[in-house]
């Protein structure tokens, strides 16, 4: 970005240098002292030069000669030299002469004078390089007063030349300098008009403008042919400084659609080299016509923004999606060329106008940035949270939670306690832990939510308080709950820490899992969710194993895993003597899993193989697993785990029938997926918005389908809009991809998580980095050779460690005053500096 | 192993007239007794001998007037038991609640005969293995190579009873009471022998030679009773409160510093003892003069031919004639039993009253034995707590954990936490640790970093003197860093001659931290674990090598430093970036957005909501952080894709970029004081 900068600002001298008459040889001085006599005798046909005469003396006009010394520089560039002409005593001339003509500044071309300038209109040097050359420019640049004046200038104009129109609140500001600076470029080439009146600027925007800055507009009257067509104008946006000028009319210059038929990647045009990127509308022969049209009106409305470029798939190669109508070629070297299908031209405008946007907001942090680092460079924000749930805690402190249902448990009453209820559900916290603390907060929902439920006992304790307490239930990070019971050992909680999962495991976990049911009612009572009576029925899946008395490896196995999976999982088993009855009702052979989903709706039979634990384990939790679910942010994890792609539906509130039919036909159609197969509620679950919006610019019609492999290489691939949602379209959507025919539309960020601010460097500010001095070769010219004896480093073992032990205290105090950040304490320059720091104990 | 020797050990010596024990303890004082705790605990061979009848026979006489000196804090207005040993000086390290000594004593300051029955119940209750009315009277080496420092400590006892032990811990104090010798030193009384009824010195004129707390105490108690009381030593007076030692001049004890100052007869002088001479004159008045006066000259010619400093100069200060001259200067090591092979020495300087030791607290002179308790005091002679209580009783239980991993293979105790951890684990510490905190910039906390910084190891109160040699030390690896957490005051704050009063003395920023003067933590980082040399070439002043970055959290008035901006958060920067990480913590839902976004995850939601452990947050704490511009609101998003002007549709990138957090209007105000 600020190579390119660089590169036309410097086209831009090299410019300003060709169209100016380089200063002849002669004036290597910017400004000579000369007498009237010489001056005059010296000034050459056709150059301009600016000349105040002052008396030898002059004791008046001395602000006013430094803004004309430090001007002399600026205006050599134009050609114009400036002269100061000492007046003798005796002259009584025309310029010498009169008292008033000391107070003024001449402006000659050759020997005839064109201007004379009050000093008080030179105030600065903005106002003498804006007023000479305004003088001087006097037919490039017109001055117009009302709007009659500039439509004449206009219409005159018309099918010749553009217009360059620019309103200046004053004359001899910067703005007007900057205008009338780039009128001495421009102006053979492009008629400007100057104007400072209000109403000329009012007549001229459509909104309300600000009449204090500065405006300028260039208006295409070239192109106007018909006298009654008026002149496009092209307002240039930003602020009035020769360099923004420059490239408003560079731009405006350049042709409006290139026309390329090379490899776009090699393609450089004006607009990609000041900075600004290249749309290209692809086109082809049969529908050339109505792309150039497309991309004039494009153009019109991105001109001063970016480039519009017609592209010809039919001349260029190119190994693009077919569907693809529109390029995006930014000006950063190295980025590689977007590809885009868009339906209407506002997205392109959308397109271009947001990366605008992107790209001015990312150079406005670069600015402050670099501001703030010139200002100091330990004040960036390091001092404030960027930690969500520590600020969040900290907001919510001085809320009373509502924590009388829960019983606060000591180092005294931890056991006698848990002997009370049935089941005693612990949270180890730390009070002054933020997470602890938010944990907390759910808890106290929990407690509010459990109130009234028999046999469950709500406790926490304060690590803070009892850290003895803590690490003999070998609670060594909080916060953490566990759930006791008489006589076995507690279960640790391991899910989300939320509101609702945490009720539902401490609800489940009153049950034992599995539960042994004793007779078929109950079994059948089970599988319809309706058994037992403590659990609240439960619209989720209930898991039953059926064992024969001959399988009890595979029934010790099952217990165990439940064990494991207490709390989480409704499990079941079922080993009596009729348990045949059962296997043959649902047709299984035991050992075997009944798995009944939506409260008995529907029944699955697995028979089990494998008797290990935790293949049982792993088995279960993935039998769990929904075929086609929506993704929440609590469910999230267990898809996760599988490590497959996501092809994931966004939907903006449930999906629809029909949408679901087919989904669920594509997930159940190959029992092995490679993939999960899901859908996300935006409605639900709103952080989807976040998701679609890192991976697209402009949000895309709902519902979307995407392809989202989180796993490997991170792509994230959108299903064409234009095609339904079935099952066929998708699978052969998915050929194409696995072929490699599709291309992404976004990558996942591959960045690592780095330290979001840098830390206080107190090394640095406690003592700059030294060479590794020995205490007893650094020397001092303080030190006197008594004041440390000389030991040989090692010479003597045993008082090795004293030698050390001593000597730098009195190094210490040898220092004193002379290492910087060290040593001042106590002094008068440290303690005044520590004054203007802020809070202090000592204060209160 | 252990096992081994010991069953070899017992093989070699069976025959000889040896008892043999792993490990011998002299001295059944605190550090005694608090060894002897922890090898019970361990279940190791030990035994303690003690010369007296009872443990703890120091206190049975000292200090003469009875009252401690170590304060005993009933309330803290906590129930953490383990900050509570922090205002706690007297106990000893046990697990059992009954031996704390608030339950023995409501004094503050509480009397010595309660430390007496403290220790007492120490040793019966832990049923500790002392052997009593054992003095041993001399030590000597027997070389063996199969022995754990290849050789054995033959020990001999008063009834010429030998024993045989592998490794020998010298608990056994300082209790030689330090004489000078002068001219006419045979007049004074020492402090041990003192009578310590006021009565005795009813308008009496008194000279106390030394100036530490024992001087001081002698006078409080006569000080009402004196004509006047005049103090002599070399060194100006040190005030605790000012060198933040507490074995220098206790406010308790400074009676006569007040009565001085106040013009009220008593007075302090500066002088050298060994220049000094006292005469007797007929009446039994004591003169002082100069041992150089009595050059050639024959004392028992009499009074009256000694030239007396008034002679000469008169208005010498102590031209007045005592009393009584009272001797109060302290205590020295008992070397005298050790056999020369041994290689006990004296320290150098003012440390001539302790035994040389390592920073390990193993003895410069033999391998194998380690030096506890106050005679242990060299390694932090007036810096830190070590000579005290409430010092060596961790300094003590870091020497057995020393000795565990070289004798019995069982390295230092530690936890592993993952990464997320990492600040909690140092504010948890910080903010409770006792060890830290008695024995500040002596023993330290160690965080040894596991390969790739997901997870740590963490390990207590290691002497931070021999962290060169951790690894041999402590059976752990250090191989991927190692932050070392250590309590330090303020370079230069302390001395004899600070005023620690100063306007401005407390630093209430988080970015001056590194000024902070009273007592705060220091983290330094290490990338890798500093060799020998670069600790012996440590700078001047600096507890450790120069680290890769250091960190301190900023003093606090109420050594609370759980403040969620002021300390917690700077911690976690300097952790963050010496690791190169992002160390925050999130909400599920940001999770659930990075894990579809990014494809990688920060370690919270790494280790917490991928293996299902997310923080879901309750509602208000999510609102709090949309409010804070660190959570982004989406309920309220459109679907046309125009974005409000107005909407915050930043921040979650901020969040990610971690840009532009809005600055809050305080921030300003603190700024443009800073300006």
Redesign the interface.
């Known amino acids: 970005m600020s190579a390119q900068k660089d590169r036309w600002i410097s086209s831009l001298v090299f410019l300003l240098l060709c169209a100016c008459s380089i200063p002849r040889s002669g004036s290597t001085g910017l400004q000579q002292e000369q007498s009237p006599q010489q001056y005059f005798s010296a000034l050459e046909a056709g150059k301009a030069s600016l000349a105040f005469f002052t008396p030898s003396v002059s004791p008046g006009a001395q602000p006013f000669l430094e803004q004309i010394e430090s001007s002399a520089e600026a205006l050599q560039d134009y050609g114009i030299s400036v002269v100061k002409v000492n007046c003798p005593r005796e002259d009584v001339s025309r310029y010498c002469g009169k008292e008033n003509a000391l107070r003024k500044a001449f402006l000659f071309r050759g020997n005839r004078l064109i201007r004379e300038f009050p000093t008080d209109a030179l105030f600065d040097v903005n106002s003498i390089v804006a007023n000479v050359l305004f003088a001087l420019l006097f037919n490039e640049v017109k001055y117009v007063e009302t709007l009659a004046d500039l439509e004449n200038t206009e219409n005159v104009l018309k099918g010749k030349s553009n217009m360059v129109f620019a309103y200046v609140p004053a004359t001899g500001t910067a703005e007007h300098r900057a205008v009338m600076e780039a009128a001495f470029v421009y102006g053979t080439i492009h008629q400007f008009v100057l104007t400072t009146e209000v109403a000329l600027l009012k007549a001229t925007s459509h909104d309300d403008p600000d009449v204090s800055s500065a405006q300028l507009l260039f208006c295409h009257c070239q192109q106007a042919t018909e006298p009654s067509q008026p002149c496009r104008r092209t307002a240039l946006g930003q602020p009035l400084t020769l360099l923004n000028i420059h490239r408003h009319l560079k731009l405006m210059g350049a042709p409006l659609v290139t026309e390329i038929a090379e490899d776009p990647e090699k393609v450089s045009t004006v607009h990609l080299q000041l900075g600004l990127p290249l749309v290209f509308i692809l086109s082809q022969r049969e529908t050339y016509e109505a792309d150039r049209r497309t991309a004039e009106f494009v153009a019109w409305q991105l001109l001063g923004k970016a480039g519009v470029a017609l592209l010809s798939r039919d001349l260029v190669d190119l190994n693009v999606l077919h569907r693809s109508n529109v390029a995006l070629k930014t000006p950063q070297e190295g980025m590689p060329i977007q590809y885009l299908v868009l339906e209407d031209t506002d997205e392109v405008i959308?397109l271009v106008e947001d990366k605008n946007k992107v790209k001015q907001?990312q150079e406005d942090?670069q600015q402050?940035?670099e501001e703030e680092d010139e200002d100091e460079k330990?004040?960036n924000?390091?001092?404030?949270?960027?930690?969500?749930?520590?600020?969040?805690?900290?907001?919510?402190k001085k809320?009373e939670l509502p924590l009388e249902q829960i019983l606060v448990l000591?180092?005294e009453n931890f056991h006698s306690s848990l002997s009370e209820a049935a089941r005693t559900v612990v949270l180890f916290y730390?009070s002054?832990?933020?997470?602890s603390l938010?944990?907390l907060?759910?808890y106290s929902?929990v407690a509010a939510h459990l109130k009234g439920t028999p046999g469950v006992l709500l406790s926490r304790v304060n690590c803070?308080?009892?850290?003895?307490l803590c690490s003999q239930e070998n609670v060594?990070?909080?916060p953490a709950i566990r759930i006791y019971r008489e006589g076995q050992r507690p279960v640790t909680y391991?899910?989300?820490?939320?509101?609702e999962?945490l009720s539902s495991f401490i609800l489940l976990s009153r049950v034992p899992c599995p539960l042994k049911l004793a007779t078929m009612e109950e079994a059948e009572g089970y599988l319809r969710g309706e058994f037992p009576s403590e659990l609240p029925s439960h619209p989720h899946t209930s898991l039953l194993g059926v064992f024969s008395t001959a399988t009890n490896q595979a029934r010790e196995a099952f217990e165990e895993a439940g064990n494991i999976l207490s709390g989480h999982v409704r499990m079941g088993m079922y080993f009596e003597d009729d348990a045949l009855a059962l296997s043959r009702k649902y047709s299984v052979s035991p050992p075997a899993l009944l798995l009944a989903r939506g409260g008995g709706q529907s029944m699955e039979g697995i028979a089990l193989s494998k008797y290990s634990t935790q293949d049982m384990v792993q088995m279960i939790r993935y039998e769990l697993l929904d075929i086609f679910p929506e993704i929440t942010?609590?469910n999230?994890?267990?898809y996760?785990q599988l490590g497959k792609p996501f092809l994931i539906l966004f939907s903006?509130g449930d999906i629809s029938q029909m949408e679901s039919k087919e989904m669920l036909k594509l997930a159940k159609g190959r029992p092995q997926q490679a993939f999960v197969a899901c859908w996300l509620n935006l409605k639900k679950?709103?952080?989807?918005?976040?998701?679609l919006r890192?991976?697209f610019s402009?949000?895309p019609s709902?519902p979307v389908l995407l392809w989202?492999n989180?796993h490997a290489g991170?792509q994230v691939f959108k299903f064409p809009s234009e095609q339904s949602i079935t099952e066929m379209n998708i699978l052969s959507w998915l050929e194409k991809l696995q072929a490699g025919l599709e291309i992404p539309s976004s990558t996942?960020?591959?960045?690592?998580?780095?330290?979001?601010?840098?830390?206080?460097?107190?090394?640095q500010?406690?003592?700059p980095?030294?060479p590794?001095?020995?205490?007893h070769t650094s020397s001092h010219p303080g030190d006197t050779p008594a004041q440390r004896p000389p030991k040989s480093p090692g010479g003597d073992?045993?008082?090795g460690?004293?030698?050390?032990r001593?000597?730098?205290?009195q190094?210490?105090t040898a220092?004193?005053g002379g290492s910087p950040g060290?040593?001042l304490?106590?002094t008068a320059p440290r303690?005044s500096a520590?004054?203007?720091?802020?809070?202090?104990?000592?204060?209160? | 192993l252990g096992l081994a020797l010991y069953a070899g050990s017992l093989c070699a010596v069976s025959g000889a007239a040896f008892l043999y024990h792993d490990y011998c303890v002299i001295g059944a004082g605190p550090a005694g007794l608090q060894v002897a705790y922890f090898l019970q605990q361990a279940g190791r061979d030990y035994v303690v001998f003690e010369r007296s009848h009872a443990p703890g026979s120091f206190f049975a006489l000292y200090p003469r007037h009875r009252k401690l000196i170590s304060i005993n804090k009933q309330y803290t207005g906590k129930s953490n038991s383990e900050f509570n040993l922090r205002h706690d000086w007297n106990s000893l390290l046990s697990h059992d609640r009954r031996l704390l000594f608030r339950r023995y004593s409501r004094d503050f300051f509480p009397s010595a005969d309660t430390m007496v029955r403290y220790l007492e119940d120490f040793a019966s209750l832990l049923k500790l293995r002392v052997q009593y009315n054992t003095a041993i009277i001399h030590v000597t080496l027997e070389k063996n190579e199969e022995a754990w420092n290849g050789h054995y400590f033959l020990l001999t006892d008063q009834d010429r009873k030998n024993y045989k032990c592998s490794s020998l811990l010298v608990a056994a104090g300082t209790w030689v009471p330090n004489v000078v010798n002068f001219p006419g030193s045979e007049y004074v009384e020492g402090y041990e022998t003192v009578s310590i009824n006021p009565e005795d010195f009813a308008g009496q004129t008194v000279l106390i030679l030394g100036r530490g707390n024992s001087a001081f105490e002698t006078a409080e108690n006569i000080l009402g009773v004196t004509n006047f009381i005049h103090m002599v030593s070399r060194s100006r007076v040190r005030l605790s409160w000012a060198t933040h030692y507490v074995g220098d001049l206790r406010a308790i004890n400074n009676g006569l510093l007040d009565t001085y100052q106040l013009k009220s007869l008593d007075g302090l002088l500066e002088g050298d003892l060994e220049d000094l001479a006292i005469v007797k004159d007929k009446k039994g008045k004591l003169h002082i003069t100069l041992r150089f006066y009595l050059e050639d000259r024959n004392i028992s010619a009499g009074i009256d031919s000694i030239t007396l400093p008034q002679d000469e100069l008169d208005n010498f200060a102590t031209r007045a004639p005592y009393d009584r001259v009272i001797r109060c200067l302290g205590w020295k090591f008992d070397f005298s039993i050790y056999n020369r092979s041994l290689r006990i020495m004296p320290g150098k300087g003012n440390i001539k009253k302790y035994p040389q030791i390592k920073p390990s607290y193993e003895s410069r002179g033999t391998r194998g034995l380690f030096v506890l308790g106050t005679a242990s005091h060299s390694v932090d002679f007036r810096k830190s707590a070590g000579g005290f209580i409430h010092g060596f009783r961790y300094t003590t239980r870091a020497v057995h954990r020393l000795l565990e991993n070289r004798h019995h293979g069982v390295p230092w105790p530690s936890t592993v936490y993952p990464i997320t951890q990492l600040t909690n684990s140092i504010i948890k510490r910080v903010n409770e640790a006792s060890g830290l905190y008695q024995m500040f910039s002596v023993l330290a906390d160690i965080i040894l970093l596991r390969e790739n910084a997901t997870a740590f190891e963490y390990l207590e109160e290691y002497p931070v003197g021999v962290l060169a040699e951790l690894e041999m030390q402590t059976g752990r690896k250090a191989h991927n860093g190692l932050f070392v957490i250590i309590m330090e005051y303020g370079r230069n704050f302390s001395g004899a001659d600070k005023d620690v009063f100063y306007y401005n003395r407390a630093v209430g920023e988080a970015q001056h931290a590194w000024q902070s003067n009273f007592l705060h933590p220091v983290i330094y980082y290490y990338k890798r674990l500093p060799t020998e040399r670069e600790m012996r070439l440590r700078p001047p002043d600096w507890p450790l090598p120069r680290p890769d970055a250091i960190h301190h959290i900023v003093e606090d008035f109420l050594t609370d430093w759980t403040a969620p901006n002021a300390h917690i958060l700077p911690l976690r920067r300097f952790l963050e970036n010496c690791l190169s990480t992002d160390l925050r913590n999130f909400f599920a839902e940001s999770c659930f957005l990075f894990a579809f976004t990014h494809q990688k995850q920060p370690p919270f939601c790494q280790q917490g909501y991928v293996r299902m452990q997310g923080l879901v947050g309750s509602q208000e704490l999510r609102h709090h952080a949309v409010q804070a511009g660190l959570l982004q609101d989406y309920t309220h998003t459109d679907f046309s894709g125009d974005r409000p002007p107005d909407s915050r549709d930043g921040s979650q990138d901020q969040l990610m970029r971690d840009h532009a957090i809005p600055v809050r209007p305080l921030q300003h105000l603190i700024n443009a004081k800073d300006e």
């Open positions: 959308t907001i942090e402050e940035e330990e004040n924000n390091q001092d404030i949270q960027d930690d969500q749930v520590l600020e969040a805690v900290s907001r919510d809320r000591t180092e730390a002054w832990e933020a997470v938010a944990v907060r759910s929902e803070w308080d009892w850290p003895g060594t990070q909080f391991d899910g989300m820490w939320g509101t999962e942010v609590s999230l994890p267990q996760l903006a679950t709103p952080v989807g918005h976040g998701i890192t991976y402009t949000m709902l989202v989180l991170g996942l960020s591959e960045e690592d998580w780095k330290p979001p601010l840098p830390a206080y460097d107190f090394l500010m406690m003592e980095p030294v590794e001095l020995s205490p073992p045993a008082g460690d004293s030698a050390i001593e000597e730098p205290s190094q210490s220092q004193e060290r040593g304490r106590g303690l520590r004054d203007k720091q802020g809070k202090r104990h000592s204060e209160l």
